[in-house]
């Protein structure tokens, strides 16, 4: 039986929890204090304190497992680096956040997330999925409300939900949270499909084009060879490899990135997409 609070050691090298969280793949995590983050794990509230070779957490209904899922700590990080191309693009996003890692999260959340995120800054979606705890969400302790499930934002309205600032968003949203409360759509079948297939399916939703069925695909299922490509990182890419170009596609960006980047493109992706978004 698992205690109510339980407290957490992880010995951990090569892990920059900072860029981690703060790198545009989860939205539910802020900084408390020095090396101190407040999140969230599997629906449960979460502190972590990063210290000089270890995580030391605390948290509600935690536990090991959930954590080491979560964190993906088991990561061999220097042997997945080496299959990333050798250039110079990639060399400085790696200098610039080494020990950046991908997160292993909720499916549902993760996918209401990302429908939020069209036109959205992090820090904006952030104040979204906020909004949402707060007006949704059961309160697992004072001040701290758990992510709603789709059941209860079917149950709601679309001016309920464009009270927390979700503008256009809420109308996919709310259809998205009807098509899985209606089983047009199984988040659970999702793991179990091949990527392609994974992909068609998430997009039947509401609000899921391809960029964001892959963005789920990437930071809910762990399907690491996954490349998120829409209008910015199609800029991006122009810009770090075809800077001569003057014309450069959505469709071309797919196709280079596909050849390019190797089995854990996803992961050259996030390494990529952080230091351009923070540096560049």
Same mark, same amino acid.
């Given at each position: 039986?698992?205690?109510?609070?339980?407290?957490?050691?992880?010995?951990?090298?090569? &892990?920059?929890?900072?860029?981690?969280?703060?790198?545009?793949?989860?939205?539910?995590? !802020?900084?408390?204090?020095?090396?101190?983050?407040?999140?969230?794990?599997?629906?449960?509230?979460?502190?972590?304190?990063?210290?000089? !070779?270890?995580? @030391?957490?605390? *948290?509600?209904?935690?536990?090991?497992?959930?954590?080491?899922?979560?964190?993906?700590?088991?990561? !061999?990080?220097?042997?997945?680096?080496?299959?990333?191309?050798?250039?110079?693009?990639?060399?400085?996003?790696?200098?610039?956040?080494?020990?950046?890692?991908?997160?292993?999260?909720?499916?549902?959340?993760?996918?209401?997330?990302?429908?939020?995120?069209?036109?959205?800054?992090?820090?904006?979606?952030?104040?979204?999925? @906020?909004?949402?705890?707060?007006?949704?969400?059961?309160?697992?302790?004072?001040?701290?409300?758990?992510?709603?499930?789709?059941?209860?934002?079917?149950?709601?309205?679309?001016?309920?939900?464009?009270?927390?600032?979700?503008?256009?968003?809420?109308?996919?949203?709310? /259809?998205?949270?009807?098509?899985?409360?209606?089983?047009?759509?199984?988040?659970?079948?999702? *793991?179990? #499909?091949?990527?392609?297939?994974?992909?068609?399916?998430?997009?039947?939703?509401? =609000?899921?084009?391809?960029?964001?069925?892959?963005?789920?695909?990437?930071?809910? &299922?762990?399907?690491?060879?996954?490349?998120?490509?829409?209008?910015?990182? @199609?800029?991006?890419? /122009?810009? #770090? &490899?075809?800077?001569? @170009?003057?014309?450069?596609?959505?469709?071309?960006?797919?196709?280079?990135?596909?050849?390019?980047?190797?089995?854990? =493109?996803? &992961?050259?992706?996030?390494?990529?997409? /952080?230091?351009?978004?923070?540096?560049?």
């Amino acid at each position: 039986m698992v205690s109510e609070y339980t407290q957490l050691t992880q010995k951990i090298t090569d &892990y920059d929890l900072a860029a981690t969280l703060s790198s545009g793949q989860a939205f539910c995590w !802020d900084l408390t204090g020095p090396n101190e983050w407040r999140g969230w794990i599997a629906g449960n509230p979460v502190s972590v304190v990063r210290g000089s !070779d270890c995580f @030391r957490l605390t *948290g509600r209904k935690l536990t090991r497992e959930a954590a080491a899922r979560y964190f993906q700590w088991d990561t !061999d990080l220097a042997a997945l680096i080496k299959t990333f191309p050798q250039d110079e693009p990639m060399r400085q996003a790696l200098a610039y956040c080494p020990g950046l890692r991908l997160l292993r999260q909720d499916p549902w959340e993760t996918t209401a997330n990302f429908i939020c995120s069209a036109m959205k800054q992090i820090v904006q979606i952030k104040q979204i999925n @906020r909004a949402l705890r707060q007006r949704f969400g059961k309160e697992v302790e004072p001040g701290q409300w758990s992510f709603p499930d789709w059941r209860t934002l079917a149950a709601a309205s679309e001016a309920d939900l464009r009270e927390c600032k979700l503008g256009f968003r809420a109308k996919h949203l709310f /259809h998205a949270a009807w098509q899985l409360t209606a089983g047009e759509v199984s988040l659970d079948a999702v *793991g179990a #499909l091949p990527t392609s297939e994974a992909r068609k399916e998430l997009m039947k939703l509401r =609000g899921v084009g391809e960029k964001v069925a892959s963005c789920i695909l990437l930071f809910a &299922y762990g399907r690491q060879e996954v490349f998120p490509v829409d209008v910015w990182v @199609r800029r991006a890419i /122009h810009q #770090l &490899y075809f800077p001569k @170009r003057r014309t450069f596609t959505e469709k071309q960006a797919r196709v280079f990135v596909a050849k390019h980047f190797g089995p854990y =493109g996803g &992961y050259a992706q996030q390494y990529l997409f /952080h230091w351009m978004r923070t540096v560049k």
